[in-house]
């Protein structure tokens, strides 16, 4: 949301990364088994900053890509309120199919 300070927790499972949106800051490394923090504070809705992954950490590291999308506090909040019911839609289709492949010794 634009105008809040977003605390990043940053972590990585393979190799070392390190994630750079040079108009928000610095480079910020991804360790495994570490886990790092960083913060930005983006002023304006309707800006996109780009970035990419400034580490070479393997074949794919070309399209490591960022974007961060600024919207407004509301235009955030009806995000988040979208995306917990996409969760919520989700998680009960894998109980559902969880009781289904329980039911027929698959599980």
């Known amino acids: 949301p634009a105008n809040t300070t977003v605390v990043l927790v940053i972590q990585a499972t393979d190799v070392i990364h390190s994630w750079w949106v040079p108009s928000l800051g610095g480079k910020v490394d991804a360790v495994p088994g570490y886990t790092t ?6 002023p304006h809705a309707g800006s996109i900053y780009t970035g990419h992954c400034a580490q070479l950490c393997g074949r794919q590291h070309a399209a490591m890509l ?7 506090p509301d235009q955030y909040q009806q995000w988040i309120s979208q995306q917990t019911s996409m969760i ?20």
Do not use: C, E
Request: charged share 10%; glycine share 4%; no cysteine.
């Open 37 to 42: 923090y960083t913060w930005f504070k983006a």
């Open 66 to 72: 960022a974007r961060v999308k600024v919207v407004t």
């Open 88 to 107: 919520a839609a989700a998680n009960s289709q894998v109980t559902q199919l969880r009781q289904i492949l329980t039911a027929n010794g698959n599980l």
